[in-house]
Nanobody, 126 residues
Framework: QVQLVESGGGLVQAGGSLSLSCAAS????????MGWFRQAPEKEREFVAA????????YYADSVRGRFTISRDNAKNTVYLQMNSLKAEDTAVYYC???????????????????WGQGTQVTVSS
């Protein structure tokens, strides 16, 4: 069974940086897409970034492109989200997600993802 465990959230001032980690276990992830989503209070969950485990192709929401970077460490089965130039509007619970996706398309939709982590809180103070 796939398990995803996020870590690295916290409180940071606007303009600062945080790095989130998602430790994945339970299988090999070749053919999987790994995603980061976030949900702010009273808002719907939204896509942040995704990465194809095989090949490393990345996808970003317009709101974070150029500020956030998604990456992976194959040896550690871990996906990272480096967040720079943080803004108050980045405050949310951040979730790691995974799905076996054998075709291109759907990487930015939460409906694509089968497995989800428990979430980690990111709070950006202005």
């Amino acid at each position: 069974q796939v398990q995803l465990v996020e870590s690295g959230g916290g409180l940071v001032q606007a303009g600062g940086s945080l790095s989130l980690s998602c430790a994945a276990s339970g299988r090999t992830f070749s053919g999987y897409v790994m995603g980061w989503f976030r949900q702010a209070p009273e808002k719907e969950r939204e896509f942040v970034a995704a990465l194809r485990w095989s090949g490393g192709r990345t996808y970003y929401a317009d709101s974070v492109r150029g500020r956030f970077t998604i990456s992976r460490d194959n040896a550690k089965n871990t996906v990272y989200l480096q967040m720079n130039s943080l803004k108050a509007e980045d405050t949310a619970v951040y979730y790691c997600a995974a799905a076996l996706l054998t075709f291109f398309g759907g990487e930015m939709s939460d409906k694509t993802y089968t497995y989800w982590g428990q979430g980690t809180q990111v709070t950006v103070s202005s």
